[in-house]
């Protein structure tokens, strides 16, 4: 589905309009799975531009390359780091106030996307 | 940085002041706390545009109450719904050391009334969480979102912003406000003045003066609540995509669009835009092409091969019954095979089936991808006059713009939205911040934008924050006598001065002398 990640900056062809289209519907894809605490605030905070096929995963494929562009998927992010961009943005993604994502909500985002997994 | 006139030691107790209203921790003053509020995108003058603090009220009685402490010591408050307005100043304040009221945290979807087809919200509602609800509850009411999903509904309708649905003029689905004054009098515009009355939503006038239009744009008061008409989920709609290839088309384009569109035969307001415009939302410029000057025709036409494009892009987009869109989606390609052989590419959707297939305005943030264009930190602010509905203005206006950009080292990135009687031509300058020239070169191309245009009769409908005054300075007819108006209204209302000062061009009478 979101193939254009995979191919990064070769994506020259690609209806534009698809790409789109499938921007939109992964918003919810993402919503409907949402269960633990960390999950649900990532998504009502981040995933404006980090769902799967955002502006936020979008950039990062083009600047780095399609492993390190899905956030929910990373395993190297460090609590530190991921402090420090949000509350101070990298790049072009702006920094989010203390007002908008609460001191318990960057708790419970730092959680989510450190949880610990099995190894693929 | 301290707001003017007020020593820090006033400062210091006004904020303590406000802590007792909204609590501790829902006023900041740190620096850490405070840079997320700075202008992300600015033109090079952050330091032009600095809060001194946030206050972040939770309903209307704590905005009240910051204001009681505002005018007490003479403090001026910037409102912001929820601060997203980015590449037109995002969430700072035009004057430095003003203390931004933050409603954010206001964030209720008030009503949805699916058979009249309303909703009412609060400031901090964000176009995904009013899609969502209605999407959620399976309520079959469309919202129309700008480019910036992320954005307040509220916010977005006070600055007059545009989606691409038939719903896409924000602002003239307003339908009802309250509205805090700087006396902290509350005021409830329109049917919402008569207290009992179902009708706030529904019928936008009421009786005598008609404020609603007066809040928007403005520095008169604080937006608690607004009524907006949504669009009732049509049976089913077609999009009609064009791409032509030549500079030239853009004429005859405006020209067979507008009968269609101010016939009704469109519902919407179709853009036209360049090949720019669309592959900086899915490239950056060094993939094109390495050089600094600006991009030569026939790198921009191999773009346009590359990505499918035409010279000159845009949909067509037909809401409403079946059978009357099919009937629609003829006049539009009759119309339109009078002067080409290439034809719409078309599709198409039935109620049932996924919104995102429709053509509505989706909530997303995509379009802010634009900013990577040049690399480095991105900026970018929006040209955006009005003209005429015509090819010949559409035209004139374009070969302005695209001279100036390229002059100063730009591309032109950009395109024509048109209304039933009005052409809005929106470009962009795309800027990396890291590069102090290139940055200092876009203030100064806008700048002289303004004014080109301003003097062939084409004014522009919003600005970033560092132009308001040069814009305002353009609407001035009588010896500047509308903002003369503008000032009496704002020194009536708010006799000290508290409520962003200087936005739009409008500064209180304690602030306008320093301020010219």
């Given amino acids: 589905m979101a193939t254009h990640i995979e191919e990064g900056r070769a994506m020259k062809g690609k209806d534009i309009a698809c790409l789109l289209i499938v921007a939109a519907q992964i918003v919810w894809a993402n919503s409907a799975l949402a269960d633990a605490p960390g999950q649900k605030v990532f998504e009502a905070r981040c ?65 989510y996307l450190t949880r610990p997994r099995s190894a693929p | 940085v301290l707001p003017p006139r007020v020593s820090a030691r006033n400062f210091e107790k006004a904020l303590r002041a406000l802590a007792g209203v ?58 912001l719904s929820r601060g997203k307005n980015l590449g037109y100043g995002g969430s700072a304040p035009r004057m430095s050391g003003t203390v931004l009221l933050d409603l954010s945290r206001m964030n209720r979807i008030l009503e949805v009334n699916e058979r009249a087809a309303y909703c009412v919200v609060e400031p901090g509602v964000s176009f995904f969480d009013l899609f969502n609800a209605l999407q959620g509850n399976k309520i079959p009411l469309w919202i129309s979102a700008p480019g910036n999903g992320w954005g307040s509904v509220v916010g977005n309708a006070l600055e007059r912003g545009i989606g691409q649905s038939p719903y896409g003029d924000h602002a003239s689905k307003v339908c009802g406000m309250e509205v805090v004054l700087a006396d902290g009098s509350i005021v409830r ?244 911040r890291n590069d102090e020239e290139m940055t200092r070169k876009a203030r100064e191309l806008y700048r002289l934008l303004v004014k080109e245009a301003a003097a062939e009769g084409y004014g522009e409908y919003r600005t970033h924050l560092s132009f308001m005054d040069d814009v305002a300075a353009t609407y001035n007819f009588g010896g500047n006598s509308l903002l003369k108006l503008n000032e009496a209204v704002k020194d009536a209302l708010d006799p000290n001065g508290i409520l962003a000062p200087g936005k739009q061009g409008i500064w209180p009478r304690t602030l306008r002398k320093d301020a010219r």
């Fill in chain 1, 47 to 111: 995933n404006g531009c980090h769902f799967r096929d955002g502006f936020g995963t979008y950039t990062l494929a083009m600047k780095f390359g399609s492993p390190r562009a899905d956030l929910t998927a990373r395993t190297d992010l460090e609590p530190a780091y991921i402090r420090q961009v949000v509350r101070r943005g990298l790049i072009n993604m702006p920094a989010q106030t203390r007002v908008e994502v609460t001191g318990a909500d960057l708790d419970a985002i730092v959680a």
């Fill in chain 2, 22 to 79: 909204v609590g501790d921790s829902w006023v900041l003053s740190s620096e850490d706390d405070l840079r997320p509020y700075r202008d992300n995108y600015a033109p090079g003058d952050v330091a032009s545009h600095v809060p001194s603090a946030v206050v972040a009220p939770a309903s209307v009685d704590e905005i009240r109450g910051a204001l009681k402490v505002a005018n007490q010591y003479r403090v001026p408050l910037w409102p």
């Fill in chain 2, 189 to 432: 515009t329109g049917m919402g003045a008569m207290g009992n009355s179902a009708m706030w939503p529904l019928f936008r006038y009421g009786f005598g003066p008609s404020w609603d239009q007066v809040f928007m744009q403005s520095n008169y008061g604080i937006v608690t609540r607004m009524g907006l008409w949504l669009m009732p989920e049509p049976e089913a709609s077609i999009v009609m995509t064009m791409d032509l290839p030549e500079e030239g088309d853009l004429e005859w384009i405006i020209d067979v669009l507008h009968p269609l569109r101010l016939a009704g035969v469109t519902q919407n307001n179709p853009s036209v835009g360049n090949v720019i415009r669309l592959a900086a939302t899915l490239s950056q410029r060094e993939q094109w092409f390495k050089e600094k000057r600006p991009m030569p025709d026939d790198v921009i036409r191999e773009i346009a091969k590359a990505l499918k494009l035409g010279w000159w892009h845009f949909d067509v987009r037909l809401f409403g019954h079946d059978e009357i869109n099919e009937v629609n989606a003829r006049l539009v390609r009759d119309a339109f095979a009078a002067h080409t052989s290439v034809e719409f590419k078309v599709r198409k959707w039935k109620r049932g089936e996924p919104i995102m297939q429709s053509g509505t305005s989706l909530p997303g943030t995509f379009a802010l991808q634009i900013v990577n264009w040049r690399g480095g930190q991105g900026g970018h602010m929006d040209f955006s006059p009005v003209s005429p509905p015509t090819g010949a203005h559409a035209m004139k206006q374009y070969r302005m713009a695209r001279k100036r950009y390229e002059e100063f080292g730009f591309d032109y990135s950009g395109g024509f939205t048109l209304g039933e009687r009005h052409l809005n031509h929106i470009s962009m300058v795309l800027f990396d």
